[in-house]
C-alpha cells in the first residue's frame, strides 16, 4: 500500500556533491524480521557514467591538495561519523542483522579508526632514492594519485569495509565510485550526508547504489576506472578480472576463505574455547576470517568438542537489538537457505550435527519469527574431501575433526583452494613458528583471533585473492610509482 510505502527509507544515490534519485529501486529486507526495510536505487550505465564523469572532474582539485590538507579533512570526517556512532550502529545492525553489540564495538569504531589511520599513515610514506656516481646520476622515485577509484564492497561488514577502501583511496589523492552491497547501503547513504561537512569537494566521494550485475559491471567495465579494489566472492572476481582485463586495470581483490584452526594438545583451553567460539560465529559467521574448519590433536579431541559444544549451546540468538544477544540473523532468506543447505548435506554424508541447526530448537521473541535466523552449529566426524570443509558457507557453522601430527595436520589445513587467515593454538614456541612458515595463509593468529595492525598487509593467498591491502600496501596501490633519473 501507498501509506506503507511512505514509511520505508528511500535511499538516493550520492553523485557530484548531490544525492539524486533514480528511476528504479529494489528492495531491501530487515534480516531479523523479514519485512522490507528500504528501496535501494537499482542503478546501471547511467549513473555510474554520471558518478565517473563527476569523480573525473574533482581530480585535478583533490589530487593537488597537500597530503595535510587531506589529512585533515578525513580526520574531520572520522569525528563526525563518531559524533552520530550509536545511530550509525543502530543502523548497521538493522540493516544487515547483526547484534547491536557488535555493531557499536567492532564494525562503526573500525569505520572510524580506517579514516584516521590512513589521515595519519599517508603523512610518513618516503620514496626511495639512488645514486650512480660513477655515471654522475641521481635516481629516485615519486608516487602520484592514479585517478578514479571504483571500491565494491560487501554486505557482512558494511561500513567497516567500505571505508577501509576509501580512506586509502582519498587519502592519497585518488577520487572514488564506490558501490555498496545493494542489500545494506544504509549506512553508506548515512556517511555522504557528512561529507560536505567534513569539507570533502564535491565529486571526490560518489556513491552509486545497485546490483553488482548492474551497477557494479557497469563500473568495472568503465574505460575512465583504472583501479578497482573489490571484496566478495571468488566467482565475482573472476568476473571482474574478466571484464577488466581490455582496460589493463589495477585490481585487489580480497575473497573468501576457508580458514582452519589447528588447536594442539598443549593448547591453553581456557583461552582457545571462548575464542574459537568467537572465531568461528562471531557476526553470525558472516566474516571472511571467520573458522571453518577446526583441527583438534587426537589427546584432547573428546575434551575440547565436550567443552566447545556446551559453550556453543549457551549462545543467544535473537533480535539484534537486545544487547544481551549473542548472534543476530543472516543476511537473507536465500542465504539462510545456503547455510541450511550444508548442514543437510554434511548429515547426508554421515557427519554428526552437535549442535545448532536441526538439532536443538531456536526460539524467537514474537516479532522476529519470520526473520533468518540460525543457531550456532558444530559438525564433528566430516571427512576432509566433503564440500562442508571445501566451500566457504559463510554462516554460523563450523567442521571440528581430529587429528595425529604436526606433519599431517598442516598438509591437511593447506588441503582446500582458500589461503586467507589460520589460528594456531599451542604454547609451544619453536612450533607455532614452524606451522606459521608452513601455512599457505596471508594471515596467521596464535592463541588469537582477529588482532590487527592495520601497518600490516592485509590479504589471502590461492582463491582467497590477489594483492594486499594496509599503510604501504593501501598507498602502493592507490598511487602511480614513477622513476626519475637526473644526470647532473
Keep these: 500500500t501507498m501509506a506503507h510505502s511512505k514509511a520505508l527509507l528511500v535511499l538516493e544515490n550520492f553523485i557530484a556533491g548531490k544525492f539524486v534519485p533514480c528511476s528504479s ?57 563518531e559524533h552520530d556512532l550509536e545511530a550509525f550502529a543502530q543502523a548497521e545492525s538493522k540493516d544487515q542483522g547483526k547484534t547491536i553489540t ?22 610518513h610514506h618516503t620514496t626511495e632514492c639512488t645514486e650512480m656516481a660513477t655515471m654522475g646520476c641521481v635516481h629516485y622515485t615519486s608516487r602520484a594519485p592514479v585517478g578514479v577509484a ?33 542489500m545494506t547501503s544504509v549506512t553508506a547513504w548515512m556517511m555522504c550526508k557528512l561529507l560536505e561537512k567534513a569539507g570533502v569537494p564535491h565529486g571526490v566521494v560518489n556513491v552509486v547504489f545497485g546490483t553488482g550485475a548492474k551497477a557494479g559491471e557497469a563500473l568495472v567495465c568503465h574505460p575512465d576506472v583504472p583501479l578497482i579494489s573489490f571484496t566478495g566472492s571468488t566467482l565475482t572476481a573472476q568476473r571482474i578480472t574478466e571484464k577488466s582485463a581490455p582496460h589493463c586495470k589495477r585490481l585487489s581483490l580480497e575473497l573468501g576463505g576457508k580458514n582452519p584452526a589447528i588447536i594442539f594438545d598443549d593448547a591453553d583451553l581456557s583461552q582457545c574455547i571462548p575464542t574459537t567460539l568467537r572465531s568461528s560465529f562471531a557476526n553470525q559467521g558472516e566474516i571472511c576470517l571467520c573458522t571453518s574448519r577446526i583441527f583438534v590433536q587426537r589427546g584432547i579431541y573428546s575434551e575440547f568438542l565436550k567443552r566447545f559444544v556446551a559453550e556453543a549451546k549457551k549462545w543467544k540468538v535473537g533480535n539484534p537489538s537486545d544487547p544481551t544477544v549473542d548472534m543476530g540473523a543472516l543476511i537473507s532468506k ?62 554460523p557453522v563450523t567442521c571440528v575433526v581430529a587429528f595425529d601430527t604436526e606433519e599431517e595436520v598442516i598438509k591437511r589445513a593447506n588441503s582446500v583452494k582458500y589461503g586467507l587467515a589460520a589460528t594456531v593454538w599451542s604454547s609451544n614456541v619453536g612450533r607455532v613458528h614452524r606451522v606459521a612458515q608452513r601455512l599457505q ?13 592495520l601497518n600490516l598487509p592485509f590479504g589471502g593467498m590461492k582463491a582467497s585473492g590477489i594483492g594486499r591491502e594496509g599503510a604501504k600496501d593501501s598507498y602502493e596501490f592507490f598511487t602511480e610509482v614513477k622513476t626519475i633519473t637526473i644526470k647532473h
Design 334 to 395: 536465500e542465504h539462510l537457505e545456503k547455510v541450511r543447505s550444508y548442514v543437510k548435506k554434511a548429515q547426508g554424508e554421515g557427519a554428526k550435527v552437535l549442535c545448532g541447526e536441526g538439532v536443538d530448537s531456536l526460539a524467537l521473541p514474537t516479532g522476529n519469527q519470520k526473520g533468518y535466523f540460525m543457531l550456532p552449529t558444530i559438525i564433528a566426524e566430516v571427512k576432509d574431501e566433503s564440500c562442508c570443509m571445501q566451500e566457504e558457507i559463510f554462516g
Design 102 to 123: 557488535f555493531a557499536r564495538t567492532v564494525d562503526i569504531p573500525r569505520a572510524v579508526y580506517n579514516f584516521r589511520f590512513f589521515a595519519s599513515s599517508i603523512l
Design 441 to 453: 595463509s596471508g594471515l596467521v593468529w596464535t592463541n588469537c583471533w582477529l588482532v590487527r595492525d
Design 25 to 81: 529501486y529494489l528492495n531491501s529486507y530487515n534480516p531479523s524480521t523479514g519485512d522490507v526495510y528500504c528501496r535501494v536505487p537499482d542503478s546501471g550505465k547511467e549513473e555510474v557514467e554520471a558518478a565517473v564523469k563527476a569523480a573525473k572532474a574533482a581530480f585535478p582539485i583533490w589530487s593537488s591538495k597537500s597530503l595535510l590538507e587531506r589529512s585533515q579533512i578525513l580526520n574531520k570526517l572520522a569525528d563526525l561519523i
Design 150 to 182: 571504483g571500491l565494491i564492497s560487501p554486505w557482512n561488514l558494511p561500513l567497516y569495509l567500505l571505508t577501509w577502501k576509501i580512506a586509502p583511496a582519498i587519502a592519497c589523492g585518488n577520487t572514488v565510485v564506490a558501490k555498496p552491497s545493494e
